[in-house]
T-cell receptor, first 114, second 109 residues
Framework: EPEVTQTPSHQVTQMGQEVILRCVPI?????FYWYRQILGQKVEFLVS????????KSEIFDDQFSVERPDGSNFTLKIRSTKLEDSAMYFC????????????FGPGTRLTVL | EDQVTQSPEALRLQEGESSSLNCSYT??????LFWYRQDPGKGPEFLFT???AGEEKEKERLKATLTKKESFLHITAPKPEDSATYLC??????????FGQGTRLTINP
């Protein structure tokens, strides 16, 4: 069964460093998302991406964040200058041919900022 | 303000003891309500999508129902492997999902 994959599973970084989180969405899916979940809190929407551009973003998704689809399979989230409060699980999700379809989530990347 | 509230926060049942989890929402422009299961340290795993009041979906020991203000996830004769956090989410607008805080379900053998 097709699934969303994410790498790395755990990333540890120093405050102020740049990190890139990688996702391979389900092939033939067209809509891509990033969410985050701070420990013990709700899953929060960050950004949605379609046709090589951001279609919606939350207040959390400020200038330190960026997303890219560098090739036909990968979808990345870059955090330019990490802060302690960026420590969280980051989930990638994808949706098929319509934005109203179900979002399927990857296993997540645990980001720890020291 | 758009809100999704799940209750209870935690529920402990004996194996075989049926119960229901609640998700109440206040969202304008609802375009689908979703139930996911999340195991510790893992991503949300899709269970059901409901679109309109009165709709019901069923899968093994789980059944989801929807009204205009809330959704229920009924679990019948649960087993220990049903232990997980169950997340409710509503689609707001075109794509964004708004999640509740989840119900942590523990099934004791």
């Amino acid at each position: 069964e097709p699934e969303v994959t994410q790498t790395p599973s755990h990333q540890v970084t120093q405050m102020g460093q740049e990190v890139i989180l990688r996702c391979v969405p389900i092939s033939n899916h067209l809509y891509f998302y990033w969410y985050r979940q701070i420990l013990g809190q709700k899953v929060e929407f960050l950004v949605s991406f379609y046709n090589n551009e951001i279609s919606e973003k939350s207040e959390i998704f400020d200038d330190q964040f960026s997303v890219e689809r560098p090739d036909g399979s990968n979808f990345t989230l870059k955090i330019r200058s990490t802060k302690l409060e960026d420590s969280a699980m980051y989930f990638c999700a994808s949706t098929g041919g319509s934005s109203t379809d179900t979002q399927y989530f990857g296993p997540g990347t645990r980001l720890t900022v020291l | 303000e758009d809100q999704v509230t799940q209750s209870p926060e935690a529920l402990r049942l004996q194996e075989g003891e049926s119960s229901s989890l609640n998700c109440s929402y206040t969202v304008s422009g609802l375009r689908g309500l979703f139930w996911y299961r999340q195991d510790p340290g893992k991503g949300p795993e899709f269970l059901f999508t409901l679109y309109s009041a009165g709709e019901e979906k069923e899968k093994e020991r789980l059944k989801a129902t929807l009204t205009k203000k809330e959704s229920f996830l009924h679990i019948t004769a649960p087993k220990p492997e049903d232990s997980a956090t169950y997340l409710c989410a509503v689609r707001k607008g075109a794509q964004k999902l708004v999640f509740g805080q989840g119900t942590r379900l523990t099934i004791n053998p």
